[in-house]
């Protein structure tokens, strides 16, 4: 079956540290890779998506995503963490295999940042 | 931007009542769903509709059913709620357009079951 994997379910950094939080997915075939964020009470919304072309790709607020193909990879990275990154942060997948009208999503990494 | 909007914030019902969580978008969207985000257990898709009147289960279909009369809205339906049922609940609708769009997402619904 497919699935997302987010190998930390809890981080803690201190201001300006980096950060990157993983996220492997199992399937073979065309893939298209999101990032969504939810801080404390409010709504989830998107980081940042990639479907085709540069494997790098730019979101809101400083945060980018590499989808390395040959690791079944699609890492979030920030150079340099704020406080108000401190949120929960999901990735997610959609395949093109049978019905792809919905989402296969990781567990969540929830991301506390120290000031 | 587009909207979706939930019915309440925070619920609170008893074991056995029939509860309605409503859900409204107002971009004209295809797609809607209905998840709950539990703590460790990230989003589980509970429903989904594609299309005014057309529903398919989701991974955890188990005690809840939908309705989805008009376009714009898409309820989630407890017949008989548990204590296990207590959760928060999202709704999100997607366009049409294949894989391309991305899910925009309500409030939520906080459902406490007593």
Redesign the interface.
């Known amino acids: 079956a497919q699935s997302v994997s987010q190998h930390n ?1 809890h981080v803690i950094l201190s201001e300006a540290a980096s950060l990157e939080l993983g996220c492997n997915y199992s399937y073979g075939g065309t893939v ?1 890779l ?1 990032w969504y964020v939810q801080y404390p009470g ?5 980081l940042l ?1 990639y ?1 085709s072309g540069d494997p790098l790709v730019k979101g809101i607020k400083g945060f980018e995503a590499e989808f390395i193909k040959s690791k079944f990879s699609f890492n979030l990275r920030k150079p340099s963490v704020q406080w108000s990154d401190t949120a929960e942060y ?1 990735c997610a997948v ?1 395949t ?1 295999a049978g ?5 296969i ?4 990494t929830s991301l506390a940042v120290n000031p | 931007d587009v909207k ?1 909007t939930q019915s309440s914030r925070y619920l609170v019902k008893r074991t056995g009542e029939k509860v309605f969580l409503e859900c409204v978008q107002d971009m004209d969207h295809e ?1 809607m ?1 209905w998840y709950r985000q539990d703590p ?6 509970i429903y ?1 509709s ?1 299309d005014v009147k057309m529903k ?1 289960k ?1 991974d955890i279909p188990e005690g809840y059913s939908v309705s989805r009369e008009k376009k714009e809205r898409f309820s989630l339906i407890l017949e008989s709620a548990s204590t296990n049922q207590t959760s928060m609940y ?1 709704c ?1 609708s997607r366009g049409s357009g294949g ?2 769009n ?2 925009f ?4 619904t906080r459902l406490t079951v007593l």
């Open positions: 379910h298209n999101f409010q709504h989830l919304q998107l998506k479907f999901f959609r093109n019905n792809n009208r919905k989402l999503w990781g567990l969540g | 979706v797609n769903f460790g257990l990230g989003l589980r898709l989904f594609y398919e989701g999202l999100a894989s391309l991305e899910q997402f309500g409030p939520g």
